[in-house]
């Protein structure tokens, strides 16, 4: 394991959901790190690259922006995908978004960042909320998400019993298609998404006919017995859509 193992016995703890106000200030001591700060902890589904860390695992990474990254070893490999390394990351100037960036030219992922929280007695729910984030990576993606940027997306994940259920629901019928058929059509409503439900710049993206835009909506809409212009019947394909996204099977 290249990741430090100082910060993995110092900050371990604390990820784990000690909040102890000694294990704080031991962690906080033996780091020098303050005790109250902008944090975030990032959760990898794959072993972090050697680029994002340095060659001697207890010397911190320092971004130029003054972002502290400690990288703090393995994360348990089935309890939310981390199959990968985890890392406690005090947040400079660029805040999260320049943190997910940093990572991402390293060439780090799949993996999800928790949303900011205010003190290192805050990492244990920091770690669970950023393995949340990590499971609405799609499979065999390589992207490192912001659990603030996948909210509808977490909740899901969060109760799979009822997205295996609102996916039965939502898009039965359209399950029941051959493969190559339901991929037609799930790409088509993916793109007319994408185009913030315009059928023209959709078809431009499909490369075909605006008819051939509709007329696929159109069936979705009779296989699904729900209205793309029914708000909060687009909100059910919508989240139908992410369940299947996230799902290993073919879309």
Known sequence: MRCGTRYGALLGPLLAGGDLPDLVERAAHGLGLPERGRYAVVVLGAPVPAAAVAEDPDVEVLDADGTRWCWCGSGDEGRDGAGGDVAVVLLGAAGPAGAVARLGERGAGPGGMSPVVGSLAELGAARRLAGTALLTCAPGAREVVRLDERLPAALLVSRPELSARLLAEVFGPLLALVPAERAVLVGTLEAWLEC??????????????RNTVFNRLRRLERLTARSLSRPRELVDLVLALDVLRLSSGPA
Do not use: M, N
């Open 196 to 209: 913030g439900g315009s059928v023209g710049r959709a078809a431009v993206r499909l490369r075909c006919h």
